[in-house]
């Protein structure tokens, strides 16, 4: 699958902590193989096409369209559901 990545995204994740970002990009590598990649992805409820990937205390929001991959979003947990 292709990873589209949002610039949003980016600017987001260049405030986390270095191995936060480092272990985001081992994930994202990873996420091209989904749905056989061994990550914590949820699908959110309410919506077909959204999914979330946990890493520790962050999530990562894409969709996921035909073999397309569009990562949108990245936030802490405690602000990942309000």
């Known amino acids: 699958m292709e990873v589209f990545v949002k610039d949003k995204f980016y ?3 260049c405030k986390y902590p270095k191995f936060v970002q480092q272990h985001i990009l081992k994930s994202m590598e990873l ?7 061994r990550l914590d992805i949820k699908k959110l409820a309410g919506k077909d096409d959204l999914f979330r990937l ?7 929001f894409f ?3 035909e073999n397309r991959i569009y990562v949108f979003d ?6 990942a559901y309000k």
């Open 11 to 13: 600017k987001k994740t």
């Open 63 to 65: 969709i996921l369209e």
């Open 31 to 37: 996420l091209k193989n989904f749905p056989f990649a």
């Open 74 to 79: 990245a936030k802490v947990r405690e602000k």
């Open 54 to 60: 946990r890493i520790g205390n962050y999530r990562i």
